[in-house]
């Protein structure tokens, strides 16, 4: 077990919708990946969040946004469904906004797009 | 998204034998991950190499940090049934603005059979 603990484990919206996925991060972690996974793909790099500021953003639109909160823990927001948004959204905590490595990930949170 | 070359795609294998795959990249990186996948979970870390030409082992696992920086193996001995999942690797890139952006492969997919 990895301490990083995902909600919800899986839900279904529809198109044009919004969505909030919740993480929280390893005890002792300060920083959170957010990465997205399709289906048979691997893991996408959305954003990294340090003490609550964005610290790198992957090749996802501004409809994808965040938030770290003083403990550390993150949401993923995201605005106006589209089909292609369904997947497995995976969290990862680690320590340091120079990662040396080491991302522990929660169980997802598995998002279909109807 | 750019993903790793991650190959074989997938290997069927029988108990006891030995598994071998590996990632490559066009780019350069500091960090090597080796995760392991089962269905409906989030990836759980095997091994992390810091070092090009760093080769560590975890139990029946061993990787390796290629000398270029630019790949990756991670070799299974004498497999058992619980080794059947997806195997994944990740890198991180060197420059500043790569820092926490970790790219995976699209996986490798172990089968087993007694």
């Known amino acids: 077990e990895t301490g990083v603990t995902q909600s919800p484990t899986h839900l279904i919206k529809t198109r044009g919708q919004q969505v909030t996925l919740r993480c929280s991060s390893q005890?002792?972690?300060?920083?959170v990946s957010w990465y997205q996974q399709a289906l048979g793909q691997g893991p996408q790099f959305i954003f990294q969040y340090y003490r609550e500021e964005e610290n790198g953003r992957g090749n996802f639109p501004p409809r994808f946004s965040g938030l770290q909160f003083p403990n550390y823990s993150s949401e993923l927001n995201v605005n106006a469904l589209e089909l292609d948004d369904s997947a497995l959204y995976l969290c990862?905590?680690?320590?340091?906004?120079?990662?040396?490595?080491?991302?522990?990930f929660g169980e997802g949170s598995r998002l279909t797009v109807l | 998204g750019q993903q790793l070359n991650q190959s074989p795609q997938s290997m069927f294998i029988q108990e006891g034998e030995d598994v071998s795959m590996n990632c490559t990249s066009s780019s350069i990186f500091n960090t090597w991950l080796w995760y392991k996948q089962d269905p409906g979970e989030g990836p759980v870390l095997l091994i992390a190499?810091?070092?090009?030409?760093e080769l560590t082992s975890n139990g029946r696992l061993t990787a390796q940090f290629g000398i270029t920086r630019k790949d990756s193996f991670l070799n299974i001995s004498a497999s058992i049934p619980s080794d059947v999942g997806i195997y994944f690797c990740?890198?991180?890139?060197?420059?500043?603005?790569?820092?926490?952006?970790?790219?995976f492969g699209a996986g490798t997919q172990v089968v087993v059979t007694p």
């Open positions: 190499l810091y070092k090009a030409g």
């Open positions: 990862a905590s680690s320590l340091g906004r120079v990662n040396t490595g080491e991302l522990f």
């Open positions: 990740a890198g991180q890139g060197m420059t500043t603005d790569s820092w926490g952006k970790f790219q």
């Open positions: 005890s002792g972690h300060n920083t």
